[in-house]
Structures are given as C-alpha cells and as structure tokens.
C-alpha cells in the first residue's frame, strides 16, 4: 500500500490524515512526544479516533524516504523554518501539496509588501521540489474528523499533483475539485481569514444575519481585489475555495478565526486570546500582512484596513462598524 | 411631507413601512380588516412598534391618489390580481419599486416556460406605468423590524426611480445600492429561494458548515446559469442581490424557505408545512417555475431539479443527498 507523509498533527494535519487513511497508509511528522505517543498507541488526537494506519514519528528524514507525495500542514508561521529542516531530504521527484492558509515572510521587525510570499513560492525558495499544489475548501477539522461530507479543491500547475492528490484523499465523504490556479486558491484561502474575524465580531456583538451577508458580499470583493493586484484571476474566488470556504470559515463557531472576531467583541484582547486559543488563528497575522499589500498597491479595502486597526492597533469595534456601516458603495460589483 | 405607499401589510411590506416612516409619512394597503386596525389603533403589527405616521387602509384607489411612488409587496402568487385591482387607478406618473422576490404566472394547470414572468414584467403588462424598480438584498424581515442595520439594492433602468426610492428608504440604518439590472436582481432574489429550502433540509438533517459552504458555492452557480439564459449579466449575482441576499436566507432561522426546508428534513409533508406557517415560502411555487425553465434550457442544476423533486414529487432526501454530494464536477467554476 502506498504511504503519505503529512507534516503537522494539528487540527487539519489531523483531519487530512484521517480521510487519506482511507486509500492509503499514512505517516505523520510532529516535534510533540506526547502527540507522537497518543497517536501511536491510543490512536486518538484533537478528540477524534484516528485509523491505525495512521503512524506517527519526530524524525522528519523518514518521511521523505518512505513518502513521495507529502503534505505539509503547519502554521505559516513555521512554515520557512519547517521547510529549513526537511528540505535537505527532499528530491525533484517528491510531491508537495500544503494546506496551510496564510502568508509567510521571513521574521524581520519591519515587513515589507515584498517580503511576503505564498506558501508555495516558500516551498519554491527553499527546496528543490518541483511539483507544487495546495488545498483549499470548506475544511473545518472537527467536522472532517466527525465524518461529516465536504469538498476540497487541489490547486496546481500540474496536472499529476492533483491526479496524486485526489487519489489519496478522494472518497465518498470527500469530494476533490481541482484547478490550475494555485495562486487564486492560496490568496483566497488566506485573506478569508479576515473576513471570518469581522464574522466573529458581528457575532459577539450579536449583529443580524442582514449585516453578516453584507459582510461576505463585500469581503469577497475586497479578497478579490487583493487576487487582482496580486496577478490572480477571478474565477477561484468565485469557486470551493473561494465563497465556499470563506462562509464555512466565517459562519462556523469552529473556526478559530471566528472565534477571535468574538472574543474582540467581548472585550478581550489580543494578547489575551492568544493566551486561551491552544492554535494561533492565521488571520491575526494574514490581517498584518494584507494591509502592507493593500497600502503598496493602494487598494480600496475598507474591511481589511479596519480589522487590521482593530486587531493590532486596539482600535473601537463601534467606530469601526459605525465606520463601515455608513460608508457610501456607489457601485455593488466592481471587479468585473 | 412625502406620502409612499405600501401594498400589502405582511412582514417584509411592514418592515419596508417602518423603514421608510423615517423619511415620509405611509400609506399602507391591506384587504384584512384586523391587520387595519392593528396598524391604525395599536400602531403594531409583525411583532413590531410600528411608528404613527404609517397609517393602513383597504382602498386602493386612495393610495393612487395619495402617492407618486407605491412599493408592491405582496406574494408573488397574487402579484398580477393585486395589478388588476389596481391598474384601473395608476397613471405614466406613478413609480412602482417592487419588494416581492419569485416569479408569476397566470394559474393555469399546465405551465409552461413561456408562461413565467418575472414580477416587473407583470406590472408592465397590467398597467400603464412605465417606471419600475424592485428591491433586492440581505432583508429579514424581522431583522429590520428589530431596527438591525443592513443594506439593499433598488434596481431599475431608471435613473429616478433609484434617486425616488433612495431618498425614502436611505437611514443610517439602511444603505441603498443601486444597479440598473433589473432583469438579474429579480432573478437573483426569486432563486435564492430554492437554495434555502436545501439549506434549511442540511440544517435539519444536523449535517455541518463544510457542506453548507459547498451548497452556497454550487448554488450560486446554478443561478447564474439560469441569470443567462435568461438573458441577464452575472454580475447581479455576485453583490448584494445575488451573494449577500443568498447567504443571509439561507442561513437565517427567520427565513420562510429555510424553514420549509427544516420542517421536510424533520418528515413533515409541503401540506402539512404550509398549514403550520402563516405566511407561504416562495420557493416552493420558485422551484416549480424554475424546473420548466431548467427543461426548456437544457441546464445543468442539479440542485434545483432535486429541491423540485423533493417539494413536488416527494422524492427521498437521503437519495438527492446521496446522488448530489457524489457528483462529479470536473470544473469549479464554469459560468465566466
């Protein structure tokens, strides 16, 4: 039977690893001792039975050579670093495909627009692998892990990473899309990490559902105008990783995300957050980095710009929603 | 000051009343003598206070006579005897922005897709009046009864029909959009309809957000294929209209067609359902109309035909579920 690796035992990493168990063994990568043993002899992590096809190991050179397809699921803060250690072990002819949703940039103190990369484009500059993809879609974990059926979308240049891809992780709870636009699928997975804080916000502050499809309305054109001026086309926006993913993200109280919006609207802070949620949610830092992009090619992203005040400059939710609220749209569709 | 008039008092009638009591003073129309009393002596109707300025009335002609601009909000299935009643009154002069989201036909036995109008061709073949609008948006009724902020769009070809509509509507809790496609935002608005009701059926079999993400991505698809061949442009169906309205229906408890939806996924029959609500849920007639111009286009919606099968024809839900989630979609996104 063929063995996937999977980088990170994370809620995700965990989630993939339990639908490719299915068609496939699986192996997984965590630095955590406790995580390694819990998956290895109870087969239980993140509150979910795992298959026992499913090993764990801390040694991050096994993976490259009983794996040719890999998986790297890990915060995109870590991701640079993650890279740094397997890369030595890593050849042309080994498959990635990532899932992780976010920006990297190397951690300087002042971050600029340009030091700001995708994830493959992380994978590209520090490995000599070739064959990219990622995936994008409506994946909440829990919901994976409690079996319940979704979609997702494999992304890439290249047709055999998606034929590879699908086989593994195609079943009848799990649907797989693909496209040839990574680039729209990993700047639409990322930038729906904001537009899921705002959700939580409106949330906290028990705000309708009117409001809240305002919110995705105008989200969606913000994220697809941060696609533009990144050199992305429209259509994965529009598509499973587009739309799909960003109301499942930003309606779901299991989106960590979502979760940060609501605690902001309950008066916590940041720094307070961080300290109760065992992941970082992604758009705390997604949101930093969006407003250097924006700022750079002087976008018009109001929602953007006011969660990025909101989030690292302690700015009022109030003023801000009063803000928004009152802003005059003349035209509802602009990117066309 | 300014006196509009409303056409019929049910919940989305009431909450447009209410929101334009703030800029002028309301004329409502309504055949129950109950629902005139209620407005006139307890100034409460809906659940709701509703301001003193709205005062409620069962002759028809008077509204013609009292007002230039008349908001039509009435099901669609009464929409065209409602423009006979009427028609005899209305004059080039008067401005018509209707608030009713389906589409109507003559009640004959035997439909065909040439028998199914959109409501504003229904006004222009019943009367004289020649500038026409529609409301389109994110529009729980009880939402807006509660005083929650949202936004809508006034559709029309006509420049001053926007500006007539927006000048009463406009508060600082509601923003008005504007778009001159009147064909799209109509369409938009009447199909969302049949994808709440399958949101409400997900919602009722206790399945998750990754799914309901899905739902909406293939959804909004389906309606932008029946928007052209319809003759009308997508970009309806990506703002506030299409996009916005879609996502707050299908995700709010307060909507009729969601709950049509939870109820039939509970086992309860389209019989048993409509004698349980007061007030009907368009897309059970929608989903009708929209399955002869399914047939007559040879289009390819899928959920659709099953919402039609599952409302008209009593099909099983777990077979649509089963047959719908293991469809294979080569393209994501296949309209641009």
């Known amino acids: 039977m063929q063995k996937v690796g999977i980088i990170g035992a994370g809620s995700f990493g965990t989630a993939v690893s339990n639908l490719i168990a299915d068609n496939a063994d699986v192996l997984v990568y965590s630095r955590n001792e406790k995580t390694i043993e819990s998956i290895n002899k109870a087969h239980f992590h993140k509150e979910a039975k795992l298959q026992s096809n499913i090993i764990a190991t801390n040694d991050i050179e096994r993976i490259t050579k009983e794996c040719n397809l890999i998986f790297p699921i890990v915060p995109s803060k870590n991701f640079r670093s993650m890279m740094r250690d397997i890369s030595p072990y890593l050849r042309p002819y080994h498959i990635l495909i990532h899932g992780t949703k976010g920006f990297s940039a190397d951690n300087q103190e002042n971050i ?47 047709r055999e990473v998606i034929t590879e891809g699908k086989k593994v992780l195609k079943s009848k709870r799990f649907q797989v899309y693909s496209s040839s ?38 989200g969606l054109t913000e994220m697809i105008h941060f696609g533009k001026a990144l050199g992305s086309d ?3 926006f529009l598509g499973v990783a587009g739309i799909g993913d960003l109301v499942t993200t930003a309606s779901s109280q299991n989106s ?81």
Chains 1, 2 share one sequence.
């Open 234 to 236: 429209i259509k994965p």
């Open 256 to 336: 960590r995300n979502f979760t940060v919006g609501y605690h902001l609207a309950k008066g916590k802070s940041i720094k307070e957050i961080s300290e109760i949620m065992d992941e970082v949610a992604e758009g705390v830092h997604t949101v930093l980095f969006a407003k250097k992009i924006a700022d750079k090619y002087g976008l018009k992203v109001p929602i953007t710009r006011m969660v990025y005040k909101i989030v690292h400059e302690d700015y009022s939710l109030t003023d801000a929603l009063d803000y928004l609220i009152n802003l005059d749209y003349e035209h509802d569709v602009d990117y066309l």
């Open 112 to 158: 600029t627009a340009n030091d700001i990369y995708r994830i493959s484009q992380v994978i590209e500059q520090e490995s000599s692998v070739v064959r990219i993809g990622c995936l994008s879609g409506p994946n909440i974990s829990k919901e994976i892990l409690e079996g319940q059926p979704t979609a997702t979308v494999i992304a890439s240049q290249f």
């Open 181 to 218: 636009d990574i680039r729209g699928a990993e700047i639409a997975g990322a930038l729906k990490n904001i537009i899921a804080i705002s959700s939580g916000i409106l949330s906290g502050l028990k705000l309708g559902h009117n409001l809240w499809g305002l919110l995705i309305t105008r």
